[in-house]
């Protein structure tokens, strides 16, 4: 993991690209750290925006889906 990503152009924590951040981003980057099989593009996944692809984009995600915003949408 960890691989070096390119300029994001889409919505933070919207990793399957619907348009809107939801339970299925969820589930997305859940089944990419678990397999590593990357089903849309691998900056979708940084949703901490740090260059890594981690548990930290997942704790980031479920922020956003809480409504903790601790990582600013873009």
């Known amino acids: 993991m960890g691989k070096e990503l390119i300029n994001r152009k889409s919505l933070r924590g919207d ?7 939801d339970i299925r981003d969820s589930t997305a980057l859940s089944d990419y750290l678990s397999s ?3 089903q ?5 996944y940084d949703v901490s925006d740090d260059g890594k692809i981690d548990i930290r984009d997942y704790t ?7 409504g903790k ?4 949408l873009q």
Do not use: H, I, M, R
Not at 40 to 44: I, K, N, T
């Open 60 to 66: 980031a995600l479920q922020d956003l889906l809480s």
């Open 15 to 21: 990793v399957n690209l619907s348009g809107s951040v």
């Open 40 to 44: 849309y593009p691998l900056e979708c």
């Open 36 to 38: 590593g099989d990357a």
């Open 69 to 72: 915003n601790s990582y600013p």
